[in-house]
């Protein structure tokens, strides 16, 4: 018996790697039409997981690994659905609870509720966006944090992602010529209780240079929560991004080092040793790769457009 448990044992070490099992969901762009991809992190190989004639994006899956969550412009206007991950070709169920346009929506850890990000007015699109906290079941919304208005800048929420299930923390972006030739004013991480509905800011802000010419200062975009900690990435000076991690009280800020690649552009995703990697090549296309920290080596996937919007499933 026992001379049966050990090889049993070594057959579980040799078929199961640390990131054994591990997969990843990601936006897949090509010719101006995106579908959600599935990409396996041992093989690295790409699928589509749903495919169809609309527009779907930004997709997140339920802490029980059982819920595939998106936006698609089926009815014309991106709103919020959801689909059993493993059966992702069955009817979409409609989740959202209002008429305007939704994005990046997430779960809760407990799973009852959905962060998203709304845009009740059509006309004046993402100049109107408010983080909502959506209740799936009775399709009910609750506005948590509308951004201050100015009449020079335009400011997005950019992926929320619950720290716990009353907090969340999500990036303030500010654009100037929005419509025209946006450029990134300013960027800074928050985080904000569902309880007293405050938001406080955690990191990021402006970025310029000093008299000699280096950079001051950052701006925070791309976070991700994992293991405590909160990942992003930090733009100094113009172009110029590093990865950094924070704790959600907005302490102990430190970058990885290791990470700060030509190429790297966010989100950052600890598996188990090694980091799944949002990527920018010199040409600008967005792609994925894993970075093994052992072999200091990077894996990239092999896909032919545009991969964005890159998510974890449990």
């Known amino acids: 018996m026992k001379r049966n448990l050990i090889l049993l044992f070594t057959l579980l070490l040799i078929v199961s790697p640390a990131f054994s099992q591990k997969k990843a969901i990601f936006t897949g762009e090509k010719g101006g039409k995106s579908d959600i991809m599935i990409l396996d992190l041992e093989s690295m190989k790409v699928a589509p997981l749903i495919e ?4 779907e994006k930004q997709p997140s899956v339920s802490p029980d690994g059982e819920k595939l969550l998106f936006v698609a412009n089926k009815v014309g206007i991106f ?21 305007g346009e939704y994005s990046w929506p997430s779960y809760s850890p407990d799973g009852k509720s959905i962060a998203a990000v709304y845009s009740p007015d059509l006309d004046k699109g993402i100049s109107s966006m408010s983080l909502v906290i959506l209740d799936p079941v009775a399709r009910r919304q609750e506005v948590i944090f509308v951004p201050p208005f100015s009449d020079n800048l335009t400011t997005i929420i950019s992926r929320p992602l619950w720290v716990d ?3 969340l923390a999500f990036c303030l972006v500010e654009y100037s010529d929005y419509d025209i030739a946006p450029r990134i004013q300013s960027g800074s991480l928050y985080a904000i209780h569902l309880d007293d509905k405050k938001a406080m800011r955690l990191a990021g802000g402006t970025s310029g240079f ?11 975009s791309q976070a991700t929560f994992s293991a405590g900690r909160i990942f992003f990435a930090s733009v100094s000076g113009s172009v110029d991004r590093n990865p950094m991690t924070i704790d959600p009280e907005g302490k102990n800020i430190s970058p990885l080092k290791e990470l700060a690649l030509e190429e790297f552009y966010g989100p950052i ?3 188990g040793e090694n980091y799944l990697l949002g ?8 792609t994925i790769g894993l970075f093994e920290t052992k072999s200091k080596t990077l894996k990239k996937i092999n ?6 919007d890159l998510n974890i499933i449990p």
Not at 79 to 99: I, M, R
Not at 210 to 220: D, I, L, Q, T
Not at 303 to 308: D, K, P, V, W
């Open 210 to 220: 000093n008299e000699s010419g280096s950079p001051e200062g950052f701006k925070a």
């Open 269 to 271: 995703f600890p598996v």
């Open 303 to 308: 896909f032919q457009g545009m991969a964005l």
């Open 165 to 167: 299930n009353r907090t």
């Open 52 to 55: 169809t004639e609309y527009s």
């Open 279 to 286: 990527l920018r090549d010199s040409e600008g296309v967005m």
């Open 79 to 99: 709103t919020v659905y959801q689909v059993p991950l493993k059966n992702s070709n069955a009817s979409w169920t409609e989740v959202g609870a209002g008429a």
